[in-house]
């Protein structure tokens, strides 16, 4: 049935159905040393006998790690009045076979998906702010055409957590047929971006704050929500909200002190601020190993540009055991970079904030203010 309809909304349109298109396979294969090998051509028609287009289904097989991943790629092709052939969109899937003959459980390891239209400016009234653009940056007009990729892929990382992201890609066709990319967005676990044509970010990326908890909330357990107001700024915990990336081992699974941690942190309507890293490690000295924290967080301006602004770190002896309570604190330090004007250092030391020749700062000269501890 999903097939079906794929292949109406492709050919036949939102208002058509399934007994408006018309179908003939005219062609299959396997090949005779691997089976899984295998293909099928189908032509479109609609009532009236003109073809729409085309179907390719194709499976194939290869293996990771000694296991066998079965492969399966749909797509189809329409063909206009001039006969000429414009790919349309199509699906992939790859599933863990388990090596056996009985596919009932083979596991999904990744899909995804994509479809091609094309629409005019005007009625793309979604589209994001900076992106069907000349390249003079100016607004195309509202008759010009555009086509529309869609699409999205799910994947499973070595840890089994699930991941999906969704994309939307414009493009603007020239007159001699070439495509000319404009621009699009992605958003990838809740998280969008958005682009130019030469695949610049374009302002902060943004998140559904419905999905995201406070800094105040018990699901935050990294004990720095004051740090984080100081560099991100806020009232209290209640104005930054935070996503987690799933933890991953640095090393392999048989280094479990390896991971790596990455918390992504918003305003109140959902504007990313930022990211805090979170590494853990550890290393022996005389026999005893010492487990390791490092924080670090990195700022995202209004054109999507990352800076550093601090961080922490903390060493622990470990005792050698597995419980952490009896852990001693060995030795820590913290540092943090903000920016400010020269009218705002009120309590700088007299004679820092000079030029060369020893006279003081305009009033506006921006002045970067680092301070740490150990």
Known sequence: MVMLQRCWRC????????????????????????????????SFFDADGTKLGGMHVNTGSWTD??????????????????????????????????????????????????????????????????????SEGADLSAETAVIVETGSNTWTDPQGNESTSLFTRYFIKGADNNQTFLGGQDTENGITRTYDGDWNQIGQPTADIGSLENIGDSTYTYGNAQAVLSLFGGADSTDIRHSVQACQYLAGRERSDQTRKEIKLFDADGTQLGFMYVNTNSWTDNGNKILSTNIGFDKVDADGNRQWIGGSWENYDSQNTDDTSDDVLRDRGSNSRVTKTVSELSDAPAGILVDEAGNDLPATTEVVVETGSN
């Open 11 to 42: 050919f036949g349109g939102a208002d058509s159905t399934t007994s408006d298109i018309l179908f003939k396979v005219v062609n299959t294969w396997q090949d005779e040393n691997d089976p899984d090998q295998t293909g099928i051509d189908v």
């Open 65 to 134: 790690n000694g296991n066998k991943i079965l492969s399966k790629n749909i797509g189809f092709n329409t063909v206009d009045a001039d006969g000429n052939w414009q790919h349309l969109g199509g699906s992939w899937e790859n599933y863990d076979s388990q090596n056996t003959d009985d596919t009932s459980d083979d596991v999904l390891r990744d899909s995804g998906s994509n479809s091609r239209v094309t629409k005019t400016v005007g009625q793309l009234t979604d589209a994001p702010a900076g992106i069907l653009v000349d």
